[in-house]
Each structure stands twice: as structure tokens, then as C-alpha cells.
């Protein structure tokens, strides 16, 4: 603007100084025109002679500004050109090649072109590869951009296909074009001979030129449209991963398997959007991508195969794999925008880069000892997981293949380009999913066998423990019993013995819960059953059940037998269980081992007397070890405040059920009745007479 300002005052005294000597000034010479351009109905490419300079100057844009003074770009393509990327013909090579080798910020290009024998309105379309946001003026006139320019700040988006269409009264003469574009300073580091325009922008009539777009937005199509495919296969595998985690939640690799989908449709999604609609920002898309998706994606990877193959020390893994992702992410975004170049110097490459290596490499080395235990151990079912491994690893480190082993990465499938990484995902999720299913129906056919033999063990343990309860003449019994699952580890019998009238009562808790608790149940009953027949004695029977217990593994239980005589006299014999209630107070008994612990232990025995109208409460831990919300427990300062009242064995049960049940509740009320039963009442019979 100084520069303008100044030309103007120098033309002003050169007029007046022309005019006091009686001379006609001369006319400034006109710009000249660096292309000329016939159209017709057709396009040409704007490849001429670009004036460029670096710098910022909104005078920049007019067409009356003089920029002979300006360096020059060629916007040629060079002979054999391609783009050191992807690889396509006709790249550019951009300024930091052209002479600015540091330049980032902003720089100007403007050509003047005399447009002839135009046919219609026309138009501009723009380069696809341009670094990195960019203003098109044409005369002076802002016809569009690609990217935010704010006032402090300028947002760079991934080039689009775009086109600009000049206004209708611009169809013949000379027109001027200038381009104001903004290169951030992470692009320096991020792409070879970086800066402005990597091809040639297009002028021509508005029809052909949106045939143009249309066609480069077919290539971008071609180029990411793999992408599409690949996110509806993610999507159908992680429907199914979901669906099977729904039924199933005890297999973990059901999770980690949708886990890994969505975070992969998540980094697809992102590069799909950069690519095709300017929603985010082109720094940050590629920090998310590159630092934050590709190392989680990584590592669930790899933990989603820990639990396929089903490894004991699953704890180890996940930090070792987050370990490595924390690493990676650091080192990864040491070597991205906008951090490298500006705060971490370009030389620290050299060392970085090795680092990242190894990281990757790591990752690497622990899916493949993850594999070989799993092949190990699973047999027939890890060789057939092997091929989905394999093409997991090459869709996770196949930058790596390229750049170690040299192999192809990049292929054209039917008009489109296709990375082996999608190829391999793609596959590699199609194999997954088969093998998820089958082990789904193994595991719902083993899970239908465990139902029916619990179910078997459920209809033995109702036939071991009595629903009816056998006539005891002289007591009133009462029962509850309330397993905590399909199969309870709590068991009592009521044995009347025939020879002396009297009645054997005989309650426990086997240790564990389950089948194998329901197994344990059955073997003491149908032991009691055979010992009674030879003697009723409760210490006899107590010895004679640890005798068949000891020596079976972790088999225990503590018991409790009573002998009620028909004259209220009872014998007791206990082997850790719960002491009884006598009228709400607890019995004194002296402590001694389960039954099943030590062979020939002794147990506690004594001897006390039912008085009729007396009541005697026996139960299981599950009363006293019911659970609330808050972890606090039933406890035996409550049972025996219930027990200060009459209660029922169905209202001590409940009571504690509701409270929160954790293990099997078992609750008998034995009360001596105040007359024996069948037995003539002689105050009634006085009476009567």
C-alpha cells in the first residue's frame, strides 16, 4: 500500500512538471498480458508464467497493481512428475522447491489473462492438491475460498474439488487472477516440496468446468471410496460383536472385538469427512488420526486377541499394551503438527524415528507371542484363528511392509484404489466373525448341557430334601428352605427311628455353592440314610459322615444332628454349625471342626430337655449373613430380637430374604407340643362324664 501511494505522488509531479513546458504526458504502459486465452466452449489450463511473492497485502488482489517487480513460478507440470504420496502424474513441485525453501504463511500468486471469443458464462476450478487454504480474486473481486481466514487466525482444510464462477460480464478482455493462499508451518515437515498450487488452475466455460469437478470428485471417490466398503463391513461386524456381547457378556473378546470396530470406524469416518466435506480442520484431522486412533486401535487389537486365545495373565497384557500406546501417542505426536518444527527441533528425526519403530515393532512382537501361546494352548481352534491374525498384522503395520520389505501396499480394483490394509481388515473381520459365531454356539450348547444336568441335580436335590415332612408325634416342625441359586449347598432330614419312637433331625452346609454343592448334598444325604439304618446315635452318625467326606478333595460341610426322644430329652452333636435357638436363646456349645477336615476329629456333644410348649430354631449362615444395599449384614443381634417374639420359620426366612439374600437360607421351628398327639385328654374325658 506505502508502494502505491508513493507511485501516485511520483505521476502527480511528473504531470505538473510536463505540463509547465507545454508537453502532453505520456500514458503509464499497460500491464502486460502473460496469457492469452481462446475458449469457446472449451477450458484451458492456467499453466503459464505465475507472478508469486511471499507476503501478505490485500493491494495484491487489484488488477491495476504492478507486480513486475515479482519472482516468477512455473505452473508446468514437469516432464515424468508424480506425487511423491499417492504417486499420481502431473504434481507440481511447490515453492519450498521453487527458491522459498523455509517460507510457511502467506504468498500471492496473480496472472493476467486475455480471455477471446468466449462462449458464456465462465468459470475457475481450482487444483485439488494445494497447501494449504486458499482466496481466488478475480479483478479485484473475492469469488470464494477453501478454509477459514479469520482476522488472527487462518483454519487450512483437506483440498476439495472447488469451482468459482466469474461474474456475467466477465467473458472477454483481459482479466486478472490472483491467489492469495496460507501454508501452515506443519505442512513443511508433513509433505516433500510443499507450498501453494501443485497444479495448474482451469478457465473455461462454467458448464465444462462443472463437468470437470464432477469428474474430480469421481477420482476422490475412487481414491477413498474402499473406505465405504470397509466402514459397512466394521459396521456389520460390530452389529454382530454387540448382538453376541448381549447374549453372552461372560466372553470378553465379544467387547474388546466391538471395541475395535468402532474405534476403527471412528479414524475411517475421520478421513472420510477430511476427505470429502470441510467439517474438520486438515492439522487437526491428521494429529487424531495418526497420534490418538491408530496406537488405541493398535492395542485393542491386540488385547481383543488376548482374550480370543484366552491368556491367564490377561492383567500383564493390558499394561504392556497401554504402556506401548501411551508411548506411541507421545512419540507419534513428537512427530506430527503442529508440534514438529516449531517445538521439537527437524534433526530430533533421526532418533525419533527409530523410536517409533521399535514401539510398532513391540506391538508386533507381543501379538505374535500372544499367538503362539494361544496356538498352544487351543490346538485345532488357534492354527484356524492364525490367517485372521495374520491379515490383522498387516492391516495394522503395512506402512511398515512398504517401507522394510518394499511390498505393494496400493492396488486399482475395478477403477478404484485399494490399500492391502483394507483388504486385509476387510477379511480379516469376515474370518473373525465366523469364528465368533461358532464359539458362541459352542458355548451356548455347553451352556444348555450345565442347565440340564442342574436342573437334573435340582429335581435330586428335591427328592433328597423333604417338601412334606414325615408325622413326628409330639412335635410340630416347621421348614424353610430357600437356595441362593438353581442347586443349594444347604440340606437338612428328618429321620423318625422306628425302635424307640424317637426323631433324628440332621441340618448343614456343604462348602461351595452350585453342582458341585448339589453333588456334595446328595452324597451326605444318601450317606445319613445308609448309617441311621445301623445306628442313631448323633455322634456315631457325625463320625461315620466324616469318615465318608475325608479324603474327597476340598469336600467339608458343617453339621448339626439332634435326637428328640419322645420324653423331650435331646442329644446334640455339632461339627461347626450354627448353634440352635431354645426359646430365643442361643445354646451353648463348645466349638469344633466341619465334617470332611480332619480325619477322626472329635466333635462337641451335650445333652438338654424339651419342655412342652418349648421351641427350638435351627438355621443356616444365610440368615445371618443377608446383605443389605449398604453391605450391612442380618446379623444375630436381629435374629434374636425376631426370636423374642413367636415367629415362624417362613417369617424368619422372608425376613431375611428381603433384607438381601447372599447364600441359601434354611430356617426349621421344632416346638414340643403341650399334648402328645393320638393320646386321650383326661381332663376332657372327666369332664365329659
Known amino acids: 500500500m506505502r508502494r502505491a501511494r508513493v507511485s501516485t505522488v511520483l505521476l502527480l509531479l511528473f504531470g505538473f512538471a510536463v505540463g509547465l513546458r507545454g508537453e502532453k504526458p505520456k500514458s503509464a504502459p499497460a500491464p502486460r498480458v502473460q496469457l492469452e486465452a481462446t475458449l469457446g466452449d472449451s477450458t484451458v489450463e492456467l499453466s503459464g508464467l505465475w507472478k508469486f511473492h511471499i507476503g501478505d497485502d490485500m493491494a495484491w488482489a487489484q488488477p491495476d497493481f504492478d507486480d513486475s517487480s515479482w519472482g516468477t513460478i512455473d505452473l508446468t507440470p514437469p516432464a515424468g512428475s508424480a506425487n511423491p504420496e499417492l504417486g499420481s502424474s502431473g504434481y507440481i513441485p511447490g515453492w519450498t522447491a521453487n527458491g522459498y525453501p523455509k517460507h510457511t504463511g502467506f504468498a500471492w500468486y496473480r496472472l493476467r489473462v486475455n480471455v477471446q471469443s468466449s462462449h458464456g458464462r465462465l468459470a475457475i ?51 486478472t487472477i490472483a491467489v492469495r493462499i496460507y501454508m501452515d508451518s506443519a505442512s513443511l515437515f508433513l509433505t516433500p516440496d510443499a507450498g501453494g498450487m501443485h497444479e495448474p488452475p482451469v478457465l473455461g466455460h462454467a458448464g465444462v468446468i462443472g463437468t470437470l469437478i464432477q469428474m474430480d470428485w469421481d477420482n476422490t471417490a475412487h481414491v477413498v471410496g474402499s473406505g465405504f466398503l470397509e466402514m459397512l463391513i466394521l459396521l456389520l461386524a460390530w452389529m454382530v460383536a454387540v448382538s453376541l456381547l448381549s447374549m453372552d457378556r461372560t466372553e470378553p473378546s465379544y467387547l474388546w472385538l466391538s471395541l475395535v470396530c468402532a474405534v476403527t470406524i471412528l479414524g475411517n469416518g475421520v478421513v472420510l469427512i477430511v476427505s470429502f466435506v470441510p467439517w474438520i480442520a486438515l492439522t487437526p484431522g491428521i494429529f487424531l488420526q495418526s497420534v490418538i486412533i491408530n496406537p488405541i486401535r493398535i492395542g485393542l487389537w491386540v488385547i481383543f486377541w488376548g482374550y480370543w486365545f484366552r491368556i491367564s495373565q490377561m492383567q500383564w497384557v493390558h499394561r504392556i499394551v497401554w504402556g506401548l500406546v501411551a508411548l506411541t501417542m507421545i512419540g507419534t505426536a513428537m512427530m506430527s503438527a503442529p508440534i514438529y518444527g516449531e517445538h521439537i527441533p527437524v534433526h530430533a528425526s533421526v532418533y525419533l524415528l527409530p523410536i517409533l519403530l521399535g514401539l510398532r515393532l513391540s506391538f508386533a512382537a507381543l501379538l505374535c507371542a500372544i499367538t503362539f501361546r494361544g496356538i498352544r494352548k487351543q490346538k485345532t481352534e488357534g492354527w484356524l484363528a492364525l490367517s485372521a491374525v495374520v491379515l490383522v498384522a498387516v492391516a495394522l503395520f503395512q506402512v511398515q511392509l512398504r517401507l522394510l520389505l518394499h511390498i505393494p501396499t496400493a492396488f486399482n480394483i475395478l477403477g478404484f484404489d485399494v490399500q492391502l490394509g ?42 433328597l430334601i423333604p417338601e412334606h415332612l414325615p408325622q413326628t408325634p409330639g412335635l410340630a416342625i416347621e ?76 469336600a467339608s460341610a458343617t453339621c448339626l444332628i439332634l435326637q428328640i426322644c419322645t420324653d423331650g430329652r435331646v442329644t ?97 421351628r421344632i416346638q414340643r407340643r403341650l399334648q402328645p398327639e393320638n393320646v386321650p385328654d383326661e381332663k376332657r374325658i372327666l369332664t365329659a362324664m
Open 125 to 175: 476450478k481450482m487444483p485439488n492438491e494445494v497447501d494449504d487454504a486458499y482466496q481466488l480474486y478475480v479483478n479485484g473481486q473475492l469469488l470464494g475460498e477453501l478454509g477459514k481466514f479469520g482476522e488472527h487466525r487462518t483454519t487450512a482444510y483437506s483440498t476439495l474439488p472447488r469451482e468459482f464462477r466469474l461474474p456475467r460480464e466477465l467473458r472477454n478482455g483481459p482479466i
Open 422 to 463: 483394507t483388504i486385509s481388515t476387510i477379511f480379516s473381520l469376515f474370518l473373525i466373525t465366523v469364528m465368533l459365531v461358532r464359539r458362541f454356539l459352542q458355548t451356548q450348547r455347553i451352556r444348555e448341557q450345565w442347565k440340564a444336568e442342574i436342573e437334573q441335580a435340582r429335581q435330586i436335590q428335591h427328592v
Open 479 to 554: 421348614s424353610e428352605y430357600r437356595p441362593a441359586r438353581e442347586v443349594g449347598g444347604d440340606f437338612f432330614q428328618i429321620l423318625p427311628v422306628q425302635e424307640d419312637g424317637s426323631v433324628l433331625i440332621v441340618v448343614g452346609d456343604v462348602t461351595g455353592k452350585g453342582l458341585q454343592a448339589g453333588m456334595l448334598v446328595a452324597l451326605i444325604v444318601g450317606a445319613i440314610r445308609t448309617a441311621v439304618q445301623y445306628d442313631s446315635d448323633p455322634l456315631i452318625l457325625m463320625n461315620s459322615l466324616n469318615d465318608r467326606l475325608w479324603g474327597r478333595g476340598r
Open 572 to 668: 446334640l452333636a455339632n461339627a461347626g454349625h450354627l448353634p440352635p435357638y431354645l426359646n430365643g436363646a442361643e445354646v451353648e456349645m463348645g466349638g469344633s471342626l466341619p465334617i470332611g477336615v480332619v480325619p477322626g476329629a472329635e466333635f462337641f456333644v451335650s445333652h438338654f430337655k424339651l419342655e412342652p410348649g418349648d421351641t427350638l430354631m435351627l438355621m443356616s449362615d444365610g440368615v445371618a449373613e443377608a446383605q443389605d444395599q449398604e453391605k450391612q449384614l442380618f446379623g444375630f443381634e436381629r435374629i434374636e430380637k425376631m426370636l423374642q417374639q413367636p415367629i415362624s420359620a417362613a417369617e424368619l426366612a422372608s425376613a431375611a430374604q428381603d433384607f438381601g439374600q447372599e447364600d441359601d437360607i434354611l430356617v426349621l
